[in-house]
């Protein structure tokens, strides 16, 4: 058997017009009707409170994914989280350009040096303003310089702030976050190798929620860090006479799914209670003061997709057409888009709890904890009869190893019998984990009532972290500006003081 991927040309012809049982398991399954819906809200909410948005495209990884994301606009933002992925999105970058699209793919991490070269090639195709790197350390800068020459232009430069997270960033206010500014306003002239774009936080803890005031409390949160960020920017600029080029108004590019979905609730109404008018209150001020003298833009990257974690925060409004089971309308199982399609092998009744054995483990399902339960996946009422409330069977995953998972009957009702060869679909905890073990979706599509079962188009994935080009030798001699970013010195130590 030839062991090279199959094709999407290949793998349409073989299971477009299929069912769900008809397809090899374990596999992705996504459903185009719900990350049309999610995209689409979200979008939405955004244009009513004239905020911009840039989706992160982490999670998914596909063209198809991609461009609901980003809807029908002249303006192109996108978050990565590698270069492989800016890459792999090069077809439908190049068409956006030549429909006259502005396009901007911001590197979604602290820039490392290795990196440089391929977003500046990428960068020199796609023209100027095109490419904004992340940075939180003064020598990042160095790698700006090699940018520029092999690029033709300035990267554009978001500075990454830590709002409490503790994984990447500087906190605002902090001695740090200020030397990194000063730094920025030596170099940031007409002919220099930085334009400050503005400033960039994630939210990540804020996947410990359990409510959208929760949730609208760390977007505020977040919002109030940059600002103050961006006051201490313009501060230096002004201070500085080798900054006359530095923005005067700073993009504040916030978020994480639970705290960017959240400001879909300052326009749908999911409920009222003092802690949410509270918040509600709260985070549209605070929208209006950073619009004063800046931008805001909100970025996300798994709320097309959702899964059982972001289920748990209980953040967003529902945009399924279907009426979610909790009386406040927030997200339910009818938002959740990636299923695992898997097989039973085994069966046990003699376990007390019963359990059932299934071919799908840590590669097909990830292995994050969600709070919400004890397991690593939650298997749905698809193809089962159950009594079990909000699309569920009864069924979840409550043992894995690499290939193997373990299915336990939690329910306090009768949970449907799994016997061996049958078919079932599994919500994982988080989305962007399950994923990365294949390398295509099977898509189907529930708004085509009597077909949701049909396989309608196969959606590949970027795999990998380099996908387009090998960067090695010839390379590195073609471009001789790369030397610079060998050097061990720190760049900024020979620098004049900032005035």
């Known amino acids: 058997m030839d062991p090279t991927p199959a094709s999407r040309e290949t793998l349409t012809s073989m299971f477009v017009g299929s069912q769900l049982n008809q397809i090899p398991a374990p596999a992705a399954v996504l459903d185009r009707a719900i990350i049309q819906r999610n995209c689409a809200q979200m979008l939405r909410c955004c244009d009513a409170l004239s905020v911009m948005f840039r989706p992160h495209i982490k999670t998914h990884k596909t063209v198809e ?25 090069m077809p439908y970058l190049r068409n956006c350009r030549q429909e006259g699209k502005t396009i901007n793919v911001l590197y979604g991490i602290p820039l490392p040096p290795s990196q440089t070269l391929r977003l500046a090639i990428l960068g020199k195709e796609l023209g100027p303003e095109s490419i904004s790197v992340m940075i939180d350390n003064i020598d990042q800068l160095l790698s700006l310089e090699a940018f520029k020459e092999i690029a033709g232009f300035r990267a554009h430069v978001f500075v990454k702030v ?11 206010g902090s001695n740090d976050l200020k030397a990194l500014l000063q730094a920025i306003a030596q170099i940031a002239l007409p002919n220099g190798s930085v334009h400050l774009s503005g400033f960039y936080s994630h939210a990540g803890h804020s996947y410990a929620v359990s409510s959208e005031a929760a949730a609208m409390e760390h977007l505020s949160d977040e919002i109030d860090g940059l600002i103050e960020a961006a006051a201490i920017a313009t501060e230096i600029a002004e201070c500085s006479p080798r900054s006359t080029s530095i923005r005067s108004q700073y993009v504040l590019s916030v978020g994480a799914t639970p705290s960017a979905t959240s400001i879909q609730s300052l326009i749908i109404d999911t409920g009222t209670n003092g802690d949410i008018e509270a918040e509600r209150n709260r985070l549209k001020k605070c929208i209006e003061r950073a619009k004063a003298n800046c931008s805001v833009e909100l970025h996300a990257g798994v709320y097309p997709i959702l ?42 009744k003699h376990r007390d709890p019963e359990e059932a054995l299934i071919a799908a ?11 919400s339960y004890n397991g690593w996946g939650v298997v749905s009422d698809w193809n089962l009869s ?16 690499q290939e193997h998972g373990v299915l336990q009957n939690t329910s306090s009702i009768h949970a449907p019998a799994l016997s061996v060869g049958k078919k079932v679909r599994i919500w994982p905890n988080h989305a962007c984990i399950a994923g990365a073990g294949f390398n295509f979706y099977f898509v189907v599509d529930s708004a085509d009532i009597g077909n949701e079962d049909t396989i309608v188009d196969i959606w590949m994935r970027c795999r990998g972290n380099s996908e387009v080009a090998d960067f090695g030798k010839t ?3 073609q471009y001789p500006q790369l030397a610079v970013l060998n050097e061990v010195k720190p760049y900024y130590h020979s620098l004049p003081p900032a005035t």
């Open 65 to 89: 994914v991609t461009k609901l994301q980003v809807g029908d606009t002249n303006h192109v933002r996108i978050v990565v989280s590698t270069v492989a992925e800016a890459e792999y999105m």
């Open 162 to 172: 830590d709002i409490g997270y503790a994984r990447a960033g500087l906190p605002p």
């Open 307 to 348: 899964d059982m974690q972001q289920l748990a925060t209980e953040a967003s409004p529902s945009a399924s057409t279907l009426k979610p089971t909790n009386a406040r309308q927030v997200i339910s199982h009818s938002d959740l888009a990636l299923t695992i399609l898997t097989e039973v092998t085994s069966a046990y």
């Open 361 to 371: 483990g840590t590669l097909a399902l990830g292995r994050e904890p969600c709070k």
């Open 386 to 401: 159950s009594l079990v409330p909000s699309k569920r069977s009864g069924w979840v995953v409550a043992r894995i190893s």
């Open 475 to 477: 390379q590195r001699q």
